[in-house]
């Protein structure tokens, strides 16, 4: 197949200069950690204006080499006309199931729901409505019943069933909840006259934010009944009600803004909790700024109780479940912000760092996350690291987060790093991988039927829920809540964790090994 030795396009190093040999997983693909990676495929229908290729055939599917950071092209599907412009996949926690959803800003977006196999092939289980336009983001809820989905250019939130068993859909919409309540849209389309969502001038931004833009739904972690939204629109974090029994989002309980109220726009795009730490990070993409919120648990208990109780939710209008505590930027302070918009955010599965993306900048932005004392949960700068390629929308780990892969939008390339566990850099691996306009990198952990790890009981959750540690916002978590984020699959193939531990601790090995030569090394 000549897009397996086409599609790699560079030889295979440790990062140091040394040639490293791949060891391939099994051939019968029987178990493994996949990458399904997306690309846009009409230009015309987007918001913002990529610059490479427009693709044929929108979704690749990669094996990962958890030994050397290599991946072998497995599959490529989904005709560009029909599954157009897929942005944003969601793999689900339990299931061998990802939902990937389509952006396009004149017509309702698309959510497909796609069985994996771990030889690559993705058998369509069914095709939902988003009931909205440009649809951006898709989470679970904890009962596993119900997909939330965003929809980016009017600002929509849809509520979709689905199966806990199968993960395909039950039905169509469920429960819909639209911001503007109702209200036309204010801006225009690119081809009609509008502005093109990319550039972050002062005339582009008037027009970016003459509407609310919702960019993202992100349950509570602890019992799942607040949803915090994103609105790029409006620089506010919008703290809605989601009413569990129901599955429905019922009231818009507070508005917050979302960075420090300096008179320029912030545009938040994506929220994410910590999972120790009652701490949210939230990236601003127009401002190019981390905000850093502590959480305040005891309300988000004393909610989900009245919620239990069927008590009105009137009285939680205007009270807040977070607290802005640091503010700070994921570009050099020289660099022009004018230049630059922030992609993806997410905190490393070891809870001690913070990783942006700049679009502009082409880098990515490493925060250490500080542990003691009453700053525990807030960020210091590690550095920029280039991502061998230009507009760095998004970028995804490896199941043992060692490894980092990332989609360089306008080009049209993915690449891979290591990821240091100590020191929180980053370093090219030399594998690297041609992708038409690359948008989104999925993590898949494929599981076998037998290998399925027990989700914990609905009422373990709640109990523990029931008893936070509240320390000043910032106490920790409990370790195995069931946090919704990007990063939310786990290893749950029992042969490609322990594959993964072992490569870990192969590079461990050696990087002591290195340490203690240099030790040993005589002074000059």
Same mark, same amino acid.
């Given at each position: ?135 951006? $983001? ?11 989905? #965003? !929809?980016?250019?009017? /600002? +929509?939130? =849809? &509520? ?109 795009? $994506? ?11 939230? #990236? !601003?993409?127009?401002? /190019? +700024?981390? =905000? &850093? ?109 060692? $490894? ?11 690449? #891979? ?108």
């Amino acid at each position: 197949n000549q897009f397996l030795f086409e599609s790699r396009i560079s030889s295979i190093t440790d990062g140091g200069g040394s040639t490293v040999t791949s060891t391939a997983p099994d051939e019968d693909g029987s178990s493994g950690t996949l990458f399904f990676v997306t690309s846009y495929s009409n230009f015309e229908k987007l918001a913002h204006g990529p610059r490479g290729t427009q693709a044929k055939l929108s979704i690749h599917i990669y094996r990962f080499n958890p030994q050397d950071g290599s991946m072998c092209l497995l599959n490529i599907l989904g005709d560009g006309n029909q599954v157009l412009n897929p942005a944003f996949s969601r793999f689900h926690p339990d299931l061998n199931v990802i939902y990937t959803c389509t952006e396009d800003i004149e017509n309702n977006g698309q959510i497909f729901a796609y069985k994996l196999n771990a030889n690559g092939e993705a058998t369509q289980l069914s095709q939902v409505d988003a009931g909205g336009t440009s649809t951006c $983001y898709l989470t679970i809820d904890k009962a596993r019943t119900h997909l939330l989905a #965003v !929809n980016y250019w009017d /600002s +929509t939130l =849809a &509520v979709i069933p689905i199966s806990p068993s199968t993960g395909e859909f039950t039905g169509n919409i469920h429960s819909m909840y639209d911001p503007k309540g109702g209200k036309g849209m204010v801006a225009a389309a690119k081809k009609d006259g509008g502005v093109n969502h990319s550039c972050n001038d002062d005339s582009t931004i008037k027009m970016r934010q003459a509407d609310p833009h919702s960019h993202a739904l992100v349950l509570d972690p602890y019992v799942g009944t607040i949803a915090y939204v994103p609105d790029l629109g409006k620089d506010l974090i919008r703290e809605f009600f989601y009413d569990r029994e129901s599955a429905s989002i019922e009231m818009e309980l507070n508005i917050l803004p979302s960075g420090l109220c300096t008179g320029k726009p912030d545009g938040p795009r $994506y929220f994410e909790f910590h999972p120790l730490y009652n701490i949210a990070y939230v #990236v !601003n993409e127009l401002s /190019s +700024t981390v =905000a &850093v919120f502590s959480v305040d648990r005891a309300l988000i208990n004393e909610i989900a109780i009245a919620a239990a109780n069927r008590e009105p939710m009137e009285r939680f209008k205007g009270r807040s479940t977070l607290k802005l505590i640091q503010s700070i930027s994921t570009i050099p302070c020289a660099f022009p912000h004018s230049m630059n918009t922030c992609g993806r955010l997410t905190v490393h599965q070891s809870g001690r760092f913070v990783v942006v993306s700049n679009r502009g900048h082409q880098s990515i932005a490493i925060f250490r996350i500080m542990s003691k004392g009453v700053r525990a949960g807030e960020l210091k700068s590690v550095g920029y690291f280039h991502t061998r390629g230009e507009t760095p929308r998004h970028f995804q780990f490896d199941s043992s987060g060692q $490894y980092l892969i990332v989609a360089n939008q306008d080009s049209d390339s993915i690449a #891979v790093f290591n990821f240091n566990l100590c020191s929180g850099e980053i370093q090219y691996t030399g594998n690297e991988y041609r992708v038409p306009s690359p948008n989104f990198v999925c993590c898949c952990p494929i599981q076998d039927d037998d290998d399925a790890l027990p989700v914990a009981p609905t009422e373990a959750v709640e109990e523990m829920f029931q008893n936070p540690c509240i320390n000043g916002g910032r106490s920790p978590s409990p370790p195995d809540s069931d946090l919704e984020s990007e990063d939310s699959t786990v290893p749950t193939s029992k042969d490609a964790y322990l594959s993964e531990q072992l490569a870990k601790a192969h590079r461990e090995i050696e990087e002591l090994r290195r340490q203690l030569a240099i030790m040993q090394r005589p002074e000059e």
